[in-house]
């Protein structure tokens, strides 16, 4: 009988042990993840105190809160509209390493190519690529 009483003791010391760490291991995810997502400090300790406040309800109830994207999928995602409007836009990009240039450069900043050349007959600025001024029609080539 007394090894049944020690037996069931630890038994119950184990799921003890078990359930607290599963529940700093939750307190601890949360803290990592929400931190990928925001970095707003109130929303951080919020989201943490959640999960330990009401364990893993508390982390379900995170997971339906929290931001969808992280950080950095914002990012690209902020990055990647910002292509597609520069494309739509049409800027102007540098023919040797294809960066976006603004329309009043004459080198390009990054690589240092000639974007512009002056006209001839008009003396006003035009594009490399350009076969005649669009200013007075003279031919460039």
């Known amino acids: 009988m007394e090894t049944l009483v020690t037996l069931l003791r630890y038994v ?21 993840d929400i931190r990928s997502r925001t970095g707003d400090i109130l929303v951080q300790i919020f989201s943490v105190l959640l999960v330990l406040a009401f364990n893993v309800f508390g982390l379900i109830l995170y997971l339906f809160l929290r931001p969808k994207e992280t950080l950095v999928d914002s990012y690209a995602l902020a990055l990647e509209e910002e292509a597609y409007l520069a494309e739509i836009e049409g800027a102007p990009r540098c023919p040797n390493c294809n960066r976006r240039a603004q329309d009043d450069y004459q080198y390009c900043p990054a690589c240092q190519t000639q974007l512009k050349k002056r006209c001839g007959s008009c003396a006003n600025h035009v594009r ?8 007075c029609g003279t031919m460039l080539r």
């Open 12 to 32: 119950i010391a184990f799921l003890i042990a078990y359930t607290l760490s599963l529940w700093v291991a939750l307190a601890i995810w949360a803290y990592f």
């Open 128 to 135: 490399v690529e350009w076969d005649s001024c669009a200013y």
